[in-house]
C-alpha cells in the first residue's frame, strides 16, 4: 500500500491531467477496485522495472566516467602520407575513433531525454490505470446481413469483450445516395439499409500498451531516430502482443498504395533522366529581368512538376540553378529558395502521388465513407498553392533577414591550389543559353557548382562567348559531374567517351592511381586500345594541363570505365589504387535512341496518368506495366530500377499502417477524435476543420507527415460520423474535407526546417536560421490554414468537386 500511495503522490501532474481529460465522461469500475490489477502487471509494472533498470545502469555509467580516466589515444596525420594526400584520401576518410566501452554504448543509446520520455510515457499510462474506464475506449462494430434483433442480440452476446448495452438495430428505406430515410418504405426510398451495430470494449493492458508505446516512438522519432524503424517496430511489437493480428502487421507492405510508390521511384526517375524536366524548367524559367516575374516564373513550374514526381528530386535539382539565377539578377539566394521549398510541398499535395503522404491518407481513411482517387486534390490545391504564392510575394520583405548582401571573393583574392585538382576542357554547343552571353556572367554562374573551382578561356578576342567555343575548367572529380550535366555544355572528349558503348548505367568516373611499370606510362594515351583492354576513356590528369596525354608512373587519372571491366586483372596491373566517383553515369541525353526513349517515357507517363484518372486500370496495375515496358525495351534497366526504389519510404508507410491499425483496434483513435469532436464540434463544421489542420501541422512540425497522416487519418471517420448523425451523404462530404484538410497541413510545414526535407535542403544556400523559417513561414502559415479551410469547404460542399 506504502509504495501505491508513493507511485501516486509521485505522478499526481500527469494524473491531474488525465483527470481533466476524461473529465465529463462517464466511468464504470464493475466493482473491481479503482485499479484492475492484471494491467498493472501486463503493462505498468513491467514498464516500471525496466525504466528502473535502466537509471540504475546510467547512474553506474556516471559513475564510472571519472575525468582524465581514459587518454585518448592518438594516431599520425594522414597529411604526413603524402601518397595518400595526393591520391585525395585526407578529403574522405574520416577520423577513426577507438572501440568504445559498453557504458559508453549505453550512454548513447539511453540518454537523459529519452529516459525522462519512458518516465512520462509511464506516468501518463498510470495515470489511465487510475482514471481511465476501458468503456471510454469502445470501439464501434458493425455486422451486415443480420435479419432481426435477436440475432444481432446473439451476435453480440457471442463475443466476449462486446458491450451490448449500447446495442443498435435499425432497418431503413433509403434513397440510393442515403440522404434521406425512413422506417416505412415509400416510392423514393427504394434501398434497404439494416444495420447492426454494437461496441466493443478493447482490453484495457492493451490500451495501456499502444499508449506508452506511441508516447515513447512518437518522441524518439522527434530526438532523430529513423521513423521507418519506429514504426514498423511498433507495429512488429503490436502484431506479438495481440494487439493487431499477424496479418494487418505486414499489410501495408502489400498494399496497393505502397505497391504503387515503389514502381513510381523508377518511372519518375526514367523522367529525370531524359533530361525532359532541364528542358521543361530552362523554358518556363526563361530569363526575366524583373525579381518578381522571375518569382512566380520558379514557383509554379516547381508546384506543378512536384505534383507528378518526387519534389525531394525537384529541389535537388532547382538549388543550383536558382542560385545562380539570383545572382544575375542582382539577389541574395536567400529571396528564393525558401520559397522554392514551399512551392515543392504546395505541389506534392495536389495529386496522389505527388508525395507519399498522400498515398496514406488514401489508406489510412475509412473507405466506405471516402476513396481518394487522383485528381480528387488537384482542384482544392492548384487554388489553394496559387493563393499562397500571392501571399508569399507580399510577405517577401519579412525574409529580409536572411537576404543580406552576397559577401564575393576576386579571383585574385584566392588562390585555387591546381595540385589536387583536373583541368577539363568543355566546348559550348551552337544552341547553348551561354552562347552570347558575356563571359564574366557565366564564369559566375558555373563557378557556384559544386566542384568547379576556376574558368578561364583559351581565346579572348570577344567578351562574349561564341557558339563552338572550347572553355577550359578547374575543377575535381565532383565539378566533373556538375558540368556534365549542364545544358548545352559538351566535355572535349566526348565523341571518344560514346565509343565506349550504350550501356551507360554501367559506365562510372574511376580516379586511378598508374602502378609503377605500368604498361601505359611514359606514352602518349592510345584511346582504342584502352578501350578494347579496359573499357575505360581517360579524361584528365591531376595536377597537369588540360590535353595532356602522357601520364607517369604514381600520376592520378580521370576516367569513365565500364564497371565490369575494373575487377579485372588487367586493370590491376595498369592501375594499383582505384577510387569510384558516387553517382556518376553519364547522362542519357543528346544521342538518337536518347531522343526515342524520352518521346517513349513521356507518352507512357501520360498514358499511365490518363488510365488512372479514368479508373481504367489501378494506379499499382498500370506503374507495373509501365516498368515492366521499360525494362523490355532497354529505356531502364533492372539495376536502375532497384536503385531507384527507396527502402526508408516504403517502410515509414507500411509502419504507419500497423501503428494506424492499432490506434483503431485499441480505441485510441475513436476516443481522441471524440473528444476533438466534443470541443471543436458546438463551433460548427468550419471549426472542426481547423482543428484537424492546426494538429496535423503541428505534428508535423517534429515527426513524418507520413506517420502524422497514419496517426490523424483512422480518427476522421468518427468525426464525420459525429457531426452528421446519420446522413450518410454528409458523412461522405465530410470526410473528403476532413481528409483533404489533413493532407494539405501535413503536407505543408512552412515554420520549421525540421518539418520537411526540402527546407533542410535549402538552409545552407539561402544561409537561413530556424528564426527565418518562424517568421516568413508563419505567416504564411496563418493564411494558408484561413485559405485551406475555405477553399476545401467551397469546393467540397457547395460545388461538391
Same mark, same amino acid.
Given at each position: 500500500m506504502l509504495s501505491k500511495f508513493l507511485s501516486c503522490f509521485g505522478l499526481l501532474l500527469p494524473t491531474v491531467a488525465l483527470r481533466a481529460i476524461f473529465d465529463g465522461e462517464e466511468r464504470d469500475t464493475g466493482g473491481r477496485g479503482i485499479i484492475p490489477h492484471r494491467r498493472l502487471v501486463m503493462v505498468v509494472y513491467p514498464a516500471m522495472a525496466v525504466a528502473a533498470v535502466l537509471f540504475i545502469c546510467l547512474f553506474v555509467t556516471a559513475l564510472g566516467r571519472a575525468p582524465g580516466e581514459r587518454k585518448k589515444t592518438g594516431r599520425k596525420s594522414i597529411k604526413d602520407y603524402r601518397l595518400m594526400q595526393h591520391l585525395g584520401v585526407s578529403d574522405a576518410v574520416e577520423e577513426l575513433h577507438p572501440e568504445t566501452s559498453f557504458t559508453e554504448d549505453f550512454g548513447?543509446?539511453?540518454?537523459?531525454?529519452? +529516459?525522462?520520455?519512458?518516465?512520462?510515457?509511464?506516468?501518463?499510462?498510470? %495515470?489511465?490505470?487510475?482514471?481511465?474506464?476501458?468503456?471510454?475506449?469502445?470501439?464501434?462494430?458493425? #455486422?451486415?446481413?443480420?435479419?432481426?434483433?435477436?440475432?444481432?442480440?446473439?451476435?453480440?452476446?457471442?463475443?466476449?469483450?462486446?458491450?451490448?448495452?449500447?446495442?443498435?438495430? =435499425?432497418?431503413?428505406?433509403?434513397?440510393?445516395?442515403?440522404? &434521406?430515410?425512413?422506417?416505412?418504405?415509400?416510392?423514393?426510398?427504394?434501398? =434497404?439499409?439494416v444495420s447492426c451495430s454494437f461496441s466493443i470494449v478493447p482490453e484495457a493492458w492493451k490500451v495501456d500498451l499502444v499508449v506508452m508505446s506511441a508516447i515513447i516512438g512518437i518522441f524518439l522519432i522527434v530526438d532523430g531516430l529513423s521513423a521507418e524503424l519506429i514504426l514498423f517496430g511498433l507495429s512488429c511489437i503490436y502484431g506479438i502482443f495481440g494487439v493487431i493480428s499477424k496479418k494487418e502487421v505486414w499489410a501495408g507492405l502489400g498494399s496497393g498504395s505502397v505497391v504503387a510508390l515503389a514502381l513510381l521511384f523508377p518511372i519518375a526517375a526514367a523522367i529525370e533522366e531524359t533530361g525532359v524536366l532541364d528542358c521543361a524548367i530552362g523554358a518556363m524559367l526563361g530569363s526575366p529581368q524583373s525579381f518578381?516575374?522571375?518569382?512566380?516564373?520558379?514557383?509554379?513550374?516547381? %508546384? +506543378?512538376?512536384?505534383?507528378?514526381?518526387s519534389n525531394t528530386a525537384i529541389v535537388t535539382m532547382m538549388i543550383p540553378i536558382i542560385v545562380s539565377w539570383s545572382r544575375t539578377l542582382g539577389v541574395h539566394p536567400g529571396k528564393l529558395l525558401m520559397p522554392l521549398s514551399f512551392a515543392a510541398q504546395l505541389g506534392g499535395s495536389c495529386t496522389l502521388i505527388g508525395s507519399s503522404h498522400c498515398l496514406v491518407a488514401r489508406e489510412s481513411v475509412d473507405k466506405d465513407l471516402y476513396e481518394m482517387s487522383f485528381f480528387d486534390l488537384s482542384y482544392s490545391g492548384a487554388i489553394l498553392s496559387f493563393a499562397t504564392f500571392f501571399i508569399m510575394a507580399l510577405s517577401l520583405p519579412f525574409l529580409a533577414s536572411s537576404a543580406t548582401p552576397e559577401t564575393r571573393q576576386d579571383d585574385a583574392a584566392e588562390t585555387v591550389s591546381r595540385e589536387n585538382l583536373y583541368a577539363v576542357n568543355f566546348s559550348l554547343w551552337p544552341q547553348s543559353p551561354y552562347v552570347g552571353m558575356d563571359f564574366a556572367i557565366a564564369s559566375m554562374q558555373l563557378k557556384r557548382l559544386s566542384g568547379v573551382q576556376d574558368m578561364w578561356r583559351k581565346t579572348e578576342e570577344h567578351d562574349c562567348l561564341t557558339g563552338s567555343e572550347e572553355v577550359c575548367f578547374l575543377v575535381d572529380e565532383i565539378g566533373v559531374i556538375s558540368l556534365r550535366q549542364m545544358k548545352g555544355l559538351r566535355i572535349a572528349s566526348e565523341d571518344a567517351l560514346r565509343a565506349l558503348g550504350m550501356e551507360r548505367e554501367r559506365r562510372h568516373l574511376y580516379e586511378a592511381c598508374l602502378a609503377p611499370g605500368s604498361m601505359i606510362a611514359d606514352e602518349p594515351f592510345d584511346f582504342d586500345a584502352l578501350r578494347q583492354g579496359l573499357g575505360a576513356c581517360p579524361i584528365a590528369i591531376r595536377g597537369k594541363d588540360?590535353?595532356?596525354?602522357?601520364?607517369?608512373?604514381?600520376?592520378?587519372?580521370?576516367? =569513365?570505365?565500364?564497371?565490369?571491366?575494373?575487377? *579485372?586483372?588487367?586493370?590491376?596491373?595498369?592501375?594499383?589504387i582505384t577510387k569510384p566517383v558516387p553517382n556518376s553515369s553519364p547522362i542519357r541525353v543528346g544521342g538518337v535512341h536518347d531522343q526515342l526513349r524520352c518521346m517513349l517515357v513521356c507518352l507512357g507517363m501520360a498514358i499511365l496518368i490518363v488510365l488512372v484518372t479514368l479508373e481504367v486500370v489501378d494506379l499499382a496495375a498500370g506503374a507495373g506495366i509501365f516498368v515492366l515496358f521499360l525494362v523490355l525495351t532497354n529505356a531502364y534497366s533492372m539495376t536502375a530500377v532497384y536503385k531507384a526504389i527507396k527502402g526508408p519510404?516504403?517502410?515509414?508507410?507500411?509502419?504507419?499502417?500497423?501503428?494506424? $491499425?492499432?490506434?483503431?483496434?485499441? *480505441?485510441?483513435?475513436?476516443? /481522441?477524435?471524440?473528444?476533438? !469532436?466534443? &470541443?471543436? #464540434?458546438? *463551433?460548427?463544421?468550419?471549426?472542426?476543420?481547423?482543428?484537424? &489542420?492546426?494538429?496535423?501541422?503541428? +505534428?508535423? $512540425?517534429?515527426?513524418?507527415?507520413?506517420?502524422?497522416?497514419?496517426?490523424?487519418?483512422?480518427?476522421?471517420? !468518427?468525426?464525420?460520423?459525429? %457531426?452528421?448523425?446519420?446522413?450518410?451523404?454528409?458523412?461522405?462530404?465530410?470526410?473528403? /474535407? +476532413? !481528409?483533404?484538410? $489533413?493532407?494539405?497541413?501535413? *503536407? !505543408?510545414?512552412?515554420?520549421?526546417?525540421?518539418? &520537411?526535407?526540402?527546407?533542410? $535542403?535549402?538552409?545552407?544556400d539561402g544561409g537561413y536560421t530556424f528564426g527565418d523559417f518562424t517568421k516568413y513561414g508563419g505567416l504564411i502559415q496563418v493564411f494558408h490554414l484561413i485559405c485551406c479551410v475555405a477553399v476545401v469547404s467551397l469546393l467540397v460542399d457547395s460545388l461538391d468537386l
Open positions: 548513447k543509446a539511453f540518454t537523459r531525454p529519452r +529516459l525522462f520520455a519512458f518516465l512520462v510515457a509511464i506516468a501518463l499510462t498510470f %495515470a489511465l490505470a487510475v482514471f481511465g474506464d476501458n468503456k471510454l475506449f469502445a470501439v464501434e462494430h458493425s #455486422l451486415a446481413n443480420v435479419a432481426s434483433v435477436e440475432a444481432c442480440q446473439a451476435a453480440c452476446s457471442a463475443n466476449p469483450l462486446a458491450h451490448c448495452d449500447s446495442l443498435k438495430f =435499425e432497418k431503413r428505406f433509403c434513397t440510393p445516395l442515403g440522404k &434521406y430515410c425512413a422506417a416505412q418504405k415509400s416510392k423514393s426510398s427504394t434501398v =434497404e439499409f518578381h516575374v522571375a518569382f512566380f516564373r520558379m514557383l509554379i513550374p516547381v %508546384a +506543378l512538376l512536384s505534383a507528378f514526381l588540360a590535353g595532356a596525354c602522357v601520364p607517369e608512373a604514381g600520376d592520378i587519372v580521370l576516367l =569513365e570505365a565500364d564497371e565490369r571491366y575494373v575487377a *579485372g586483372k588487367l586493370w590491376q596491373e595498369v592501375f594499383s519510404v516504403l517502410l515509414t508507410i507500411a509502419g504507419a499502417s500497423g501503428l494506424s $491499425m492499432a490506434l483503431q483496434a485499441s *480505441g485510441v483513435a475513436m476516443f /481522441a477524435a471524440r473528444r476533438l !469532436t466534443q &470541443y471543436a #464540434l458546438p *463551433g460548427g463544421s468550419i471549426c472542426v476543420r481547423v482543428a484537424v &489542420y492546426v494538429l496535423s501541422a503541428f +505534428l508535423s $512540425m517534429f515527426m513524418n507527415n507520413s506517420a502524422t497522416v497514419a496517426i490523424l487519418g483512422p480518427m476522421l471517420a !468518427t468525426i464525420s460520423r459525429s %457531426a452528421c448523425d446519420d446522413d450518410i451523404l454528409c458523412q461522405q462530404r465530410s470526410m473528403k /474535407a +476532413l !481528409t483533404q484538410v $489533413m493532407v494539405f497541413a501535413a *503536407g !505543408t510545414c512552412l515554420t520549421s526546417p525540421l518539418g &520537411y526535407q526540402t527546407n533542410l $535542403m535549402v538552409m545552407k
